[in-house]
């Protein structure tokens, strides 16, 4: 287990919610950030703040450096071939949507087929059918198993070679799942398709190495993992990005410009339309180094340990289903508690300093799969304990009394 003193580097945790210690287990949804973070922050806007690749002065130079910096920092995080194939952005949804609306629009057809899953995050659905909607192309799911995990047999028998495009998520937020992205992106290729892969909930928490998935395009955002909001990346293959045009147009992504006509700049800038978010790439750069520092397979084993933990100890509450497989690699746990309503869960939860989610978690369609209309999630990162899982079940064990006591 990584070393509980790592929590001491996290300044929020340190606070009492409604009277007792703060729990944070609502991960999935966003990290929480390290000194060093919130202190790269702070010194860019003090001493470094300034446009960047337009000015000659030194400020100007300082923040080119911080912010291209971060880029070569991400790039060898998940290991792009170069700093060429690293697109900034606000995050995964915007990074979905630039492939959608620039490589879909251009190679996505009437009687084509964009292949999902059912459990997929709304933000790796919305895309795809309004891609569908304007090119007159088939939404196809690969079946999930009663667990909530698929089968490649599934798989083969679902992509085809009318197979454009295969979006899927790396880790599921609400079934904890890692799907075999290497296998699928093989079959993909075979039957000439790319594959797109949101890695919004899988970059935080494990090794990714997009070289050795062969993905086609992958996407993450950064605050999930310790870094500021509104920054996150889109990762291309080099040739794809290439022959992809941009979505937003304006300076900073323009080569030349005329009256009629213009061209754009060279990869990656192309598609970074406008003033940056230079501050949230320094942040990010500094939440790689944070991660790489305590190591991403320390981080991985960590969770691992916690979520199987934290399945033994759900276990002992008699009601309560955990939904998706057992044995889960990544900490997220998704439950719920006899008929309690999991908003009323996570009030309750909330009045004992436990923070968790409640909803839909953005994955309507898995869901009506589910049977639900929603349920509660815990998920945990490199600062929690097993001792936060203790405090989890203690409370849950208090909602639970509580609501039966309430319906009498």
């Not at 923040?63 to 070569?72: I, K, N, Q, V």
């Not at 290439?242 to 060279?266: Q, R």
């Not at 509660?376 to 989890?392: C, G, I, K, P, W």
């Amino acid at each position: 287990m990584i070393s509980s003193t790592i929590r001491e580097q996290f300044p929020i945790l340190n606070q009492d919610i409604n009277g007792h210690p703060l729990v944070y287990l609502d991960n999935a949804a966003t990290s929480q950030k390290p000194r060093q973070v919130i202190e790269a922050v702070k010194s860019y806007y003090e001493w470094d703040n300034a446009n960047v690749h337009r000015g000659v002065h030194t400020l100007g130079s300082r923040a080119t450096d911080a912010y291209e910096g971060a880029r070569e920092k991400l790039a060898r995080f998940i290991n792009a071939r170069s700093t060429k194939e690293i697109i900034f952005t606000r995050g995964t949804t915007t990074a979905l949507n630039m492939v959608a609306s620039s490589y879909g629009a251009a190679n996505v057809g009437e009687g084509d087929e964009i292949v999902l899953t059912l459990m997929e995050h709304h933000s790796n659905l919305i895309p795809w059918q309004q891609l569908a909607k304007r090119t007159g192309a088939t939404l196809k799911y690969i079946p999930l198993q009663q667990d909530g995990n698929i089968t490649l047999a599934d798989a083969e028998a679902t992509i085809t070679d009318r197979t454009k495009i295969v979006a899927i998520a790396y880790v599921s937020n609400v079934m904890g799942v890692t799907h075999p992205v290497k296998e699928l992106a093989e079959i993909a290729h075979r039957h000439g398709a790319v594959i797109v892969v949101d890695g919004a909930q899988s970059t935080p928490h494990m090794k990714v190495d997009v070289q050795d998935l062969d993905c086609d395009f992958y996407t993450l955002s950064g605050h999930k993992m310790c870094a500021p909001t509104g920054i996150g990346a889109l990762y291309g293959k080099k040739a794809l990005l290439e022959a992809m045009e941009p979505v937003e147009f304006g300076g900073e992504m323009i080569d030349d410009v005329g009256l009629y006509e213009s061209t754009w700049k060279e990869l990656p800038w192309k598609f970074e339309g406008g003033t940056p978010i230079i501050a949230g790439a320094v942040g990010l750069g500094a939440a790689v180094d944070f991660l790489q520092e305590i190591g991403m397979e320390a981080i991985h084993q960590h969770e691992k340990q916690l979520a199987a933990y934290a399945e033994q100890r759900l276990a002992e509450i008699d009601g309560l289903n955990v939904f998706g497989p057992r044995g889960r690699g990544v900490g997220v746990v998704t439950f719920n508690l006899g008929d309690v309503h999991p908003h009323d869960v996570a009030t309750v939860l909330d009045a004992q300093g436990i923070a968790i989610r409640a909803g839909h978690h953005c994955c309507q369609p898995l869901m009506r799969w589910l049977q639900v209309s929603s349920t509660a999630r815990a998920s945990f990162y490199l600062y929690n304990t097993e001792q936060d899982v203790d405090r989890l079940v203690s409370a849950l064990i208090k909602t639970k009394e509580y609501f039966a006591d309430e319906l009498g």
